[in-house]
């Protein structure tokens, strides 16, 4: 499967943006999705998952409660919403997908997802 994120840019601080994960090749419902973010210097940092069905999400504590993970299976996209954003948001964005059987089960390490996007900057400024 092959996946392009897209909707990143400069965004003021208290503002909000939605990523679009689209994936071509396979469908989309076969797949956990999930959503990472890395700054320079730094290890690429789980932010969300979202099981196959849809009904099962997780989320880092660093963007719960402001940042919203989804997908529509139909449209072979996921999303992320992210609202509230602050500069610690700043960062590069991917989304990645990893197959699985169980409908429900859904995966926070980078090591877990198979296929990844090239990434969409998201620029948060006060």
């Known amino acids: 499967v092959q996946l392009q994120a897209s909707g990143g840019g400069p965004v003021q601080a208290g503002g909000s943006l939605r990523l679009s994960c689209t994936a071509s090749g396979r469908a989309l419902r076969d797949y956990v999705m999930g959503w990472f973010r890395q700054v320079p210097g730094k290890e690429r940092e789980f932010v969300g998952s979202v099981s196959r069905s849809g009904v099962k999400r997780d989320y880092s504590d660093s963007v719960k409660g402001r940042f919203t993970i989804s997908r529509d299976n139909a449209q072979n996209t996921a999303y992320l919403q992210m609202n509230s954003v602050n500069a610690e948001d700043t960062a590069v964005y991917y989304c990645?997908?990893?197959?699985?059987?169980?409908?429900?089960?859904?995966?926070?390490?980078?090591?877990?997802?198979?296929?990844w996007g090239q990434g969409t900057q998201v620029t948060v400024s006060s």
């Open positions: 990645a997908a990893a197959w699985r059987t169980h409908p429900n089960a859904v995966l926070v390490t980078t090591e877990s997802y198979n296929y």
